[in-house]
């Protein structure tokens, strides 16, 4: 599969948590003195214009609205408005007994994604739901700045070609609901993402 904006095929699709000291605050986590790393398949991708169809095991599934980072086949740094869709309450249920977070963040259409553009950081981000805004933020309060993340992953784990990375989201994350348009938008327009929640 070939993103939008992005001249090779997608590899790995790699998510950092608690980016933004506001985020991690509002769902009560400690703000971490290492990213924290989790990956979703291939086949969580979702593009602009589609649908998700939330899983029938979680009442409350996210929204995360999220710059996507990944290098062009002439290494040159692309951006994208993406949603980390995250079933918050499997999540919860995850982390209270210690086990991996794949169940809660790697389903199906759980990583979509806007249009890969040039970078151009700091860039604006935000999320609207129905038309009314929920998310708003600036990747300037990022923790770890973009370059710094994917120098930390690929030194850590290797990132490969095609390889993109969710970095993080600001506060203001709540659930979606049946029938709901979403809205994100990245660098005032530059990435825009619009998609529908299924009716259940
Ligand atoms: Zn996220």
């Keep these: ?5 992005l001249d090779v095929p ?7 948590g608690r980016n933004y000291a ?17 990956l979703k398949p291939a086949g969580a991708a979702l593009l602009s214009g589609g649908t998700l169809r939330p899983p029938a095991d979680s009442a409350r599934v996210d929204h995360e609205v999220e710059l996507v ?6 290494g040159s740094l692309r951006m994208a408005v ?11 249920r995850l982390k209270a007994k210690g086990l991996p977070w794949t169940l809660a963040k790697a389903r199906r259409g759980f990583a979509a994604f806007g249009p890969f553009v040039p970078a151009r950081l700091p860039a604006e981000l935000s999320l609207s739901v129905n ?5 708003r933020g600036t990747t300037a309060d990022m ?6 993340l994917i120098a930390y992953l690929d ?13 993080g989201t600001p506060p203001g994350v709540g659930p979606v609901a049946p029938g709901d348009r979403l809205e994100a938008s990245l660098g005032g327009g530059l990435s825009r993402l619009s998609l529908r929640v299924a009716e259940r």
């Design 143 to 148: 923790l770890w700045p973009v370059e710094r």
């Design 131 to 135: 038309g009314a805004v929920r998310q």
């Design 1 to 5: 599969m070939i993103l939008p904006g």
């Design 10 to 16: 997608l590899g790995a699709i790699w998510c950092v």
């Design 82 to 92: 993406g949603i980390d869709f995250t079933a918050r309450d499997v999540q919860d």
């Design 155 to 167: 030194e850590t784990f290797g990132l490969g070609s095609g390889d993109v990375v969710f970095t």
């Design 22 to 38: 506001a985020h991690a605050r509002e769902l009560g986590n400690e703000v971490p003195s290492e990213p924290v790393v989790f």
């Design 69 to 74: 980072a990944a290098r062009a086949a002439d």
